[in-house]
């Protein structure tokens, strides 16, 4: 698995965890570079063409089980590549067309409360007591006052790309929860590699069907080389590699918190790239993420307590 050789099995999956969150905040720029050069469907056929290509050569290295052999392969990757791959991707950046990044960012926040909402249905042995629910919501409000958007661009005339934004946070929980449910031995290289296939097909399919999309309509520009090339192969292959290992280790609910850590690391990319001032509200709603953080995990935080407590009454 992904860093199981390179890092210590306590701090595992949270280090990767951190790195997924920090590859995933330069999405948002990323995209705004390349909507300017490419039309948004093809963006995202093309972002996921770089990532099958990087990684099905990955994948047939490092394993002999490289190719979906059982219904079981094929339904993980054919619910990951539509739903959290192709469905997130194009409506992602469709909607993020016509709506302010901020909003977008609140939009995209939703993805774990919805993910509480499909484990429901969906995953009846995960439980959720009225601490961890806290945790979620405390996270969003988090997001929210990081982000700051402005309350009139949430009733806006863009109610079209709010709603669009919202179904492409719907598609991604659900593609987490169903591929958390569906049991494969397929190794995590060959699962993502395959899911990029599929994503790419049915994103070029949806992009051929579309009225306003066609290969005339790129102006390639090295603004959108440069964003395309950064979501293919850092929020692409290497970021869905890491977020389909760590999916069985956290479980979706967990994982998708990664949203909210995700408005963290752009905030701080604003601040190194563009100088955009941090203010005591940044640090307000990074003290909301990180106490969501805790109480979602507060049992696991208090057993590890007690624990060194114990170790040093010990001595």
Do not use: C
């Not at 093809?42 to 059982?70: E, H, N, S």
């Not at 591929?179 to 397929?186: C, G, L, N, V």
């Amino acid at each position: 698995m992904v860093g199981d050789q390179l890092l210590p099995g306590r701090y595992r999956n949270a280090v990767l965890f951190v790195i997924l969150a920090a590859l995933w905040g330069g999405t948002y720029p990323a995209v705004t570079l390349g909507l300017g050069s490419f039309p948004p469907i093809l963006y995202a056929a093309f972002r996921l063409d770089i990532g099958a290509a990087l990684l099905l050569p990955y994948a047939a290295w490092r394993t002999d089980y490289w190719r979906p052999r059982t219904r079981g392969d094929w339904a993980a990757v054919s619910v990951a590549g539509l739903l959290t791959l192709a469905g997130y991707g194009v409506l992602q950046n469709v909607g993020q067309q016509t709506v302010p990044s901020a909003v977008a960012s609140v939009l995209a926040g939703l993805i774990p409360i919805l993910t509480v909402g499909f484990a429901k249905l969906f995953l009846p042995d995960e439980r959720f007591g009225p601490v961890e629910l806290l945790g979620v919501v405390v996270g969003f409000l988090g997001l929210v006052v990081i982000t700051d958007p402005d309350p009139s661009n949430l009733l806006g005339a863009n109610a079209a790309g709010q709603a669009i934004l919202v179904l492409a946070a719907a598609s991604f929980a659900l593609g987490g929860v169903l591929a958390q449910r569906i049991e494969t031995e397929m190794p995590f290289a060959a699962q993502t590699a395959w899911a990029m296939v599929v994503g790419a097909a049915a994103t070029h399919l949806a992009s051929a069907a579309s009225p306003t999309e066609s290969l005339a309509g790129v102006d390639v520009s090295v603004a959108g080389v440069v964003g395309l090339v950064y979501l293919g192969v850092f929020a692409s292959a290497v970021s869905y590699l890491l977020y389909f290992s760590l999916l069985p280790r956290l479980g979706s609910v967990e994982l998708n918190l990664v949203t909210y850590a995700i408005a963290g690391f752009g905030t701080v990319y604003s601040w190194l790239l563009f100088t955009e001032p941090v203010t005591a509200a940044t640090l307000v709603g990074f003290g909301f993420i990180l106490l969501g953080f805790g109480l979602l995990k507060w049992k696991r935080l208090g057993a590890a307590y007690r624990g060194r407590r114990r170790g040093v009454e010990s001595d």
